[in-house]
C-alpha cells in the first residue's frame, strides 16, 4: 500500500520487511533509500507497507507498481484543471 501527499514538507514513512541484504545483486537497503530521496526531494509525504509477498523480490516490485499507481492518482488533474487538495491549493 502506497499513500502520497504532495505537500510540501517531506516524510517517509516505510514499513517494508526484507529476509535478505541483497535482491539479486542489489543491496535491499537502497529501496528505502530511494524513496527517501524522493520524499525528500518531491517535498511529499510518502507512506509505504508492504503487507505481505512470496519473495522479495516480489515485495520489492509490488512496492514499485504501487508506487507508482499512487503517484499517477497524486498528480492528476480533475475538474476543469484543479488538482485535489484538502488545502485547496499545493
Known amino acids: 500500500m502506497v499513500a502520497i501527499d504532495i505537500c510540501g514538507r ?3 514513512n516505510f514499513n517494508v520487511k526484507f529476509r535478505d541484504k541483497h535482491i ?5 537497503l537502497l529501496i ?10 518531491l517535498k511529499c509525504s510518502l507512506h509505504i507497507d508492504c503487507l505481505r ?17 499512487a503517484l499517477k492518482e497524486a498528480v492528476v488533474v480533475r475538474r476543469r484543471g484543479v488538482i485535489p487538495s484538502t488545502k485547496g491549493v499545493l
Open 10 to 12: 517531506p516524510f517517509l
Open 24 to 28: 539479486g545483486e542489489m543491496e535491499a
Open 32 to 41: 528505502e533509500d530511494f524513496f527517501y530521496g524522493f520524499a525528500s526531494e
Open 53 to 69: 509477498g512470496r519473495s522479495d523480490h516480489h515485495r520489492a516490485e509490488s512496492i514499485f507498481k504501487a508506487f507508482g499507481r
